[in-house]
């Protein structure tokens, strides 16, 4: 079964340095999601991404982050100068439609120091 | 605004007692609701959506329009359902609840 897929799994990095999150969408799918969850906290929405840009943003996805699809299945998630609470769990999910289930991956766990 | 709210943080229920884990949305408009289901050290995972009215694991979610809920039951709980449950809205993104942690007692 097709999956999507995260590297790394557990990022550590230390403040003000710049960190890229990377996901392999399931290949048929046109909408791509970046979500973050602080421990202890909800599911939190980030962006969205459909026909290489941003469809929606939520307030959280400041001037530090940026997202990329630089080559067709790959699905970046940038964050230009960490602060210590961007440190959460970051979940990338892909769908084929919208309104239509989101299959998300094992997340990568982002600790800043 | 669109919102999701599920008031339960915790609930623990002993293995073969009913579970139900309350769902309540805001939003204007027809909503798309689900269920998502993360176990232990797994991704998040959909359980059931409102629109298919399936039953997924013994677990089913009717959507109730006049109360805004789509909680999710199951008559007979086991101990694998041990989890975190997320209800979750579809529009243009998915907005998810906080969680709830289902902990089923021997």
């Known amino acids: 079964e097709p999956e999507v897929t995260q ?35 909800k599911v939190e929405f980030l962006v969205s991404f459909y026909n290489n840009e941003i469809s929606e943003k939520s307030e959280i996805f400041d001037d530090q982050f940026s997202v990329e699809r630089p080559d ?4 970046t998630l940038k964050i230009r100068s960490t ?16 309104n239509t289930e989101a299959f998300f991956g094992q997340g990568t766990r982002l600790t800043v120091v | ?35 998502y289901v993360q176990y232990s050290r797994q991704r998040l995972q959909l359980l059931l959506r409102h629109i298919s009215r399936e039953s997924i694991k013994g677990f089913t979610a009717d959507l109730n329009k006049g109360e805004t809920s ?23 993104k998915i907005i998810f609840g906080k969680g709830t942690r289902l902990h089923i007692l021997p």
């Open chain 1, 7 to 41: 590297t790394p799994s557990h990022q550590v990095t230390q403040m003000g340095q710049e960190v890229i999150l990377r996901c392999v969408p399931i290949s048929n799918h046109l909408y791509f999601y970046w979500y973050r969850q602080i421990l202890g906290q």
């Open chain 1, 72 to 75: 067709g299945s790959n699905f």
């Open chain 1, 83 to 98: 602060k210590l609470e961007d440190s959460a769990m970051y979940f990338c999910a892909s769908s084929q439609d919208m």
């Open chain 2, 1 to 35: 605004a669109q919102r999701v709210t599920q008031p339960e943080k915790l609930l623990s229920v002993f293995k073969g007692a009913p579970v139900e884990l309350k769902c309540n949305y805001s939003y204007s408009g027809s909503p798309e609701l689900f269920w």
């Open chain 2, 70 to 92: 789509f909680h999710l039951k199951k008559p007979f709980a086991q101990e694998e359902d041990s989890a975190m449950y997320y209800c979750a809205l579809i529009g243009s």
